[in-house]
């Protein structure tokens, strides 16, 4: 699904574009509870069996959008209820940030094998005869079927018939889910076993009823900008290519000063300084100290492996992510700002929402929740005139390469050869968090001594992530350029090394 543009992605950037209009046009904000009206009008429905439901479900994804929690199995009060609560710079969303909009869900049938109409009633029968468990039968016409109590779903079946006559079912969210962390509620609906989740947000952007969401900070930082707070953005390294051939760097910095941001800072920044930090840290402690050192840039794969891997919690880069070193720089030169993290991923909304960061970094927003502040703004890119000293050229190369998955080993390779030239580093990348699990069984079986891991939660790095817009392959691509057009490669010749010292240290 990802890439390919649908209702549902309507859905989420209708919403966002709607609070973050609420927000900016400020006033009377009981207004918010007409936004399900404005975006379901009328009296049919389009998408689901009756208007009064899609409306619901608006309304439900609304009061994420607001920061607000969803508050399932208890009695909906109206939006506008705890509109003046959400509406302070001061809030913090209460955990989970991922949520499953119960009456939206389609409770949708869990993993299961099917022999379909396709059937041929063949008389060699493979299907059969692989089957350890001898759940497949044959009817009167000779047809095969499953016995689904007998199933055990290990797809030998399906990957032996001729004529593809087997099709193997399973919940779009749970087959995205690294964690196994989705189940089915007393009623077949989806249900997040929170102590598994790690909130990559997989599992948003692959429901295909718009059933989940996460909470936004949009109304947040708007706020906090009409009230002359001084907000600074912090914006990740994917972020090149999510808004259009037309957003060039210089003309996104002009844009986001039109929507309130004092100023833009790149967070490959911070990428560098975390890049030259995890090389000293492999080659302080493989193998001497530690086995291996995973690095710590994607919280979601930090997370998955203090929870599933707890001996390996301390073989996790302690170096500060980039995110956070970027927001400490800002705030050092600038004491009263607020900054906000804009990035591809959900999981950095609960990593900056963690008490040790708070104090750096006080919003985090996804591009595609920039977006909608952009369209609420009536932002063209076409239209922008962009001034040169606008181009963002702090970064190195390497640093920017953190967006693509195997960026941060390469840069932190790339730094280890500068620093010491004879050391071989063995390097692995899991691509998603199930090949993430595989790569630390790997570990915990000792065939990972000296390596360097790194791990990313979402498929093909941080352009994948949940929060964004273009298709990954195309990011991907925007991404290479980018990199190639910094003005320097390696994050070892980074002019704010002088200042990691300053960074690394804890705020009293």
Request: overall charge neutral.
């Amino acid at each position: 699904m990802r890439g390919v543009h649908s209702v549902v992605d309507e859905i989420r950037r209708n919403v966002f574009t709607e609070v973050a209009r609420l927000a900016y046009e400020g006033g009377d904000l009981n207004r918010v509870d007409m936004i399900p009206y404005k975006l379901v009008p009328g009296e049919i429905a389009h998408y689901r069996h009756d208007v009064f439901l899609e409306r619901a479900v608006v309304a439900a994804r609304v009061r994420l959008a607001l920061g607000m929690d969803l508050a399932p199995g208890k009695p909906r009060s109206a939006l506008s209820d705890q509109i003046q609560e959400a509406a302070t710079d001061q809030k913090y969303f209460e955990e989970p940030l991922v949520n499953i909009i119960p009456f939206a869900c389609n409770a949708c049938p869990p993993k299961q094998i099917r022999i379909t109409d396709s059937c041929q009633g063949c008389i060699s029968h493979p299907c059969m005869n692989v089957c350890p468990k001898d759940a497949i039968y044959l009817d009167k016409d000779k047809h095969c079927h499953i016995d689904q109590d007998k199933c055990i779903k290990c797809g030998k079946c399906f990957s032996q018939c001729p004529y593809h006559a087997i099709s193997k079912i399973e919940r779009p969210c749970a087959a995205a889910c690294g964690m196994d962390a989705i189940g089915s509620d007393e009623l077949g609906r989806a249900k997040i076993d929170y102590d598994k989740c790690v909130s990559c947000g997989m599992c948003l952007v692959n429901c295909p009823f718009a059933a989940i969401a996460d909470k936004s900070q949009i109304l947040q930082v708007i706020t906090a900008m009409q009230r002359n707070e001084e907000v600074i953005a912090c914006v990740a390294p994917a972020f090149v290519g999510q808004f259009g051939k037309e957003a060039t760097p210089a003309k996104l910095k002009a844009a986001m000063r039109r929507l309130g941001f004092a100023d833009v800072v790149e967070v490959a920044i911070g990428a560098d300084l975390c890049t030259v930090e995890e090389a000293k840290d492999f080659l302080e402690e493989v193998p001497e100290k530690q086995p291996f050192m995973g690095t710590s840039c994607c919280p979601a794969w930090s997370v998955m492996a203090k929870k599933l891997f707890p001996e390996f919690k301390d073989y996790i880069s302690m170096a500060l992510t980039p995110m956070v070193i970027t927001a400490r720089m800002v705030k050092k030169d600038h004491p009263n700002a607020r900054i906000c993290f804009i990035g591809p991923c959900a999981a950095k909304k609960l990593e900056a929402n963690r008490r040790s960061v708070r104090s750096d970094v006080d919003f985090v927003l996804t591009f595609e929740e920039l977006q909608g502040m952009f369209d609420a703004k009536e932002v063209d890119f076409t239209k922008i005139e962009a001034d040169p000293a606008d181009n963002m050229d702090e970064g190195t190369g390497m640093g920017r390469g953190f967006a693509v998955g195997g960026g941060v080993a390469a840069a932190v390779v790339e730094a280890i050869r500068h620093i010491d030239p004879d050391r071989e580093v063995l390097i692995e990348y899991g691509d998603g968090l199930r090949e993430c699990r595989k790569m630390l069984q790997m570990a915990r079986a000792g065939k990972r001594n000296g390596y360097l891991l790194e791990g990313m939660a979402c498929p093909g790095g941080c352009v994948a992530g949940a929060g964004t817009i273009q298709p990954v392959k195309q990011s991907a691509v925007s991404v290479e350029q980018f990199k190639k057009a910094a003005p320097e490669l390696s994050c070892t010749t980074s002019p704010y090394l002088n200042r990691l010292e300053e960074v690394e240290k804890k705020y009293q």
